[in-house]
């Protein structure tokens, strides 16, 4: 494979250093030493199942702050600046949530049950969610703007029995395909309820203010997020109850979260990032979450910042672009002094997009690189450690992330290779539901977990991320499978066949660009393309829809049919792709 070629990155001899005062006061002082004497052991004893055997996630990011001095403490801030305003203490949550799991239950809920959770960006979503895990059962979040076919593949192969929807968002559940979901609970249904629908609201407010979580063991099941690849349907990376020692430790130390913080995560619980660092990590430290509901708006997201006084803010690289590219004078009508310290997710995070945050703030964003199927931060740069602009950063303390060849042998400095993590960390995926082959796909490289990406270590032990080693597009920081796209795209009568591809893209990292072959009879247009799109964003989901799309006669395939989708890169870049029927398979 061409990215364990011996090719050299580039050279680190001029890159800008972000340098740290020796007197810095963060949580985690000395990354070397720390990393030195790490133990998760010595993490699990801040839990309170290390002592009582007695394990559920709800109990430790909830009820003992409810019972500590924690208890009037707000844990949720929340508004959509239109018709809700609101905070929640941690009893409140404790409530709340008891409430929910008595109305899940009532349905019939069970331990390992799987629960669609389809919300947009309200209080319930975090209620329900908690209140799942008080079942034991298992969250399946599904991110608002999915459309039918992406709901449908989610709900069907995790097999929910129950999922917990909107009247606005219900019709994108197809009922008559997903034979395995048998209720729906409407977070605020006016009326017309059907049979095999219950309201929200009345189920909650008949129901006690406790019940005791279900007890688990480390090892069971906490939460299936659906994560895309380079080829077939997305899959669902199931984690256990044990990865919340790993959001802890790493919201401590990547995200430095204090007590007395204000915290701001921009991700949605649609995505890994807005459930481990938008529910486990900060409230399994008892800190306060500001979430906002809505559409990204750069005027309220500073207003946010301070409105809330936040001081933590977790985002990503393309909604900072997003607000450099509305410019300085938005940022100089508020007041961002609250803000002590900014990390960023998702994609690569450019030297001016960096630059630039730290010009409105003052504040350096510090990159997380993780995944979905790692469940927590593995390579971070961390508040205390002086750190080289455009780095990933170094493996977070009790994790062994390494750049190596096919074999598995590690490469010197400075050679390209694929970024793999020595398997054994607390929130590691326990499976892909359903599907052994897949999970044993990131096995391949005997000893390492593949993470897809490639990447080099430099002589000072930082790694650099250098871009995917597969198909798997990244917009705007979501990822996308080409396969889903392309299969969406052929759904459409116009379409004979897809290909597609993530192009590079200033702002949004990458965008997604779609090859098509059309049918017989029909002739390419400007109106087609933007019907085809539209067609996309009907069936399976705005952000997943091409922004561009290419007529060709011919989708480039090997022999065996696979879409090459190199050969695809190179025209897109107007470069010779030459006789294409020699390509290898
Ligand atoms: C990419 C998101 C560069 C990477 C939590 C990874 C990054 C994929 C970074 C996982 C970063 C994540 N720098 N690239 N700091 N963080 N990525 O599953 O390609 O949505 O494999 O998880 O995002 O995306 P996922």
Redo the contacts with the bound molecule.
């Keep these: 494979m061409a990215q364990t070629e011996s090719v050299s990155g580039p050279s680190t001899d001029h890159v800008e250093w972000e340098r740290k005062p020796k007197s810095i006061d963060a949580n985690l002082r000395d990354y070397e030493t720390a990393y030195k004497n790490f133990s998760w052991k010595d993490v699990e004893r801040e839990f309170d199942w290390s002592h009582t055997g007695k394990v559920n996630l709800v109990h430790e990011a909830v009820d003992r702050h409810a019972a500590s001095w924690r208890k009037n403490k707000v844990a949720l801030y929340y508004t959509d600046y239109d018709k809700r305003d609101e905070k929640f203490t941690f009893q409140d949550l404790k409530i709340q949530t008891s409430r929910a799991a008595h109305a899940l239950k009532s349905l019939g809920v069970k331990k390992g049950d799987r629960i669609g959770v389809f919300l947009p960006r309200i209080p319930e979503l975090y209620i329900v969610i908690l209140g799942i895990h008080r079942l034991g059962a298992i969250p399946v979040p599904l991110f608002e703007a999915f459309m039918q076919q992406a709901v449908q593949d989610r709900l069907g192969n995790s097999e929910a029995n129950v999922c917990i929807t909107t009247p606005a968002l219900k019709s994108r559940i197809p009922l008559a395909e997903l034979p395995a979901l048998k209720k729906l609970l409407l977070v605020g249904a006016s009326d017309g309820l059907a049979p095999n629908e219950s309201s929200y609201e009345s189920l909650t407010a008949k129901a006690p203010d406790w019940l005791e979580p279900e007890w688990l063991t480390v090892d069971d099941g906490l939460v299936i ?1 659906y ?2 690849g380079s080829t077939g349907k997305s899959k669902g ?1 199931l984690h256990r109850q044990y990865a919340m020692i790993g959001h802890y430790q790493t919201a401590k130390w990547a995200l430095d979260l204090r007590d007395d913080d204000i915290y701001w995560c921009t ?1 949605d619980p649609g ?3 807005g459930t ?1 660092y938008g529910i486990y990590g900060p409230w399994t430290l008892g800190v306060s979450s500001v979430v906002i509901g809505g559409r990204f708006d750069p005027e309220r997201w500073y207003q946010t910042i301070q409105r809330y006084q936040v001081t933590m803010w977790y985002s990503a ?1 393309t909604a900072f672009r997003m607000l450099m590219s509305a410019g300085e004078a938005v940022p100089a009508k508020y007041n961002l002094k609250s803000l002590r310290h900014i990390c ?6 450019n030297p001016e997009a960096l630059r630039w945050v730290k010009k409105i703030t003052g504040l350096a964003p510090h ?8 469940g927590m931060h593995i ?2 740069n961390y508040r205390s450690l002086d750190f080289k602009v455009g780095c ?2 170094k493996s977070f303390p009790g994790t062994y992330a390494s750049v190596v060849d096919d074999a598995g042998k590690e490469v010197p400095p400075g050679q390209l290779g694929h ?1 793999v993590v020595k398997p054994g960390w607390p929130a590691m995926m326990k499976e892909i539901w359903n599907n052994k082959p897949k999970f044993d796909e990131y096995f391949r490289i005997p000893g390492w977990y593949s ?3 490639t990447a080099y270590k430099d002589a000072d032990g930082y790694i650099w ?1 250098q ?2 080693g597969d198909d ?1 597009i ?1 917009t705007a ?3 996308v499978g080409p396969f889903e796209v392309e299969s969406a795209l052929v759904a459409h009568p116009a379409v004979a066949e897809a290909g597609v591809i993530g192009k590079p893209d200033a702002v949004r990292g990458q965008i997604i660009k779609a090859f098509i072959a059309l049918r017989k009879g029909h002739q390419p247009s400007d109106e087609l393309k933007k019907e085809i799109a539209d067609f996309v964003k009907k069936h399976l989901a705005a952000h997943a829809a091409p922004r561009e799309i290419d007529f060709v006669e011919k989708i480039p395939k090997t022999r065996s049919g696979k879409i090459m989708r190199r050969v695809l890169r190179a025209m897109d870049l107007g470069e010779p792709v030459g006789d294409v029927s020699t390509m290898e398979e």
């Design positions: 997020h994560t895309s990376a991700a995505w890994v990032t481990s690289p960023s997710v998702g994609e690569p995070l990159e997380t690189w993780w995944m979905t199927e790692t390579i971070c990933t950063g970024l993470s897809g990406d991320y871009g995917r798997v990244k920081g979501e990822r």
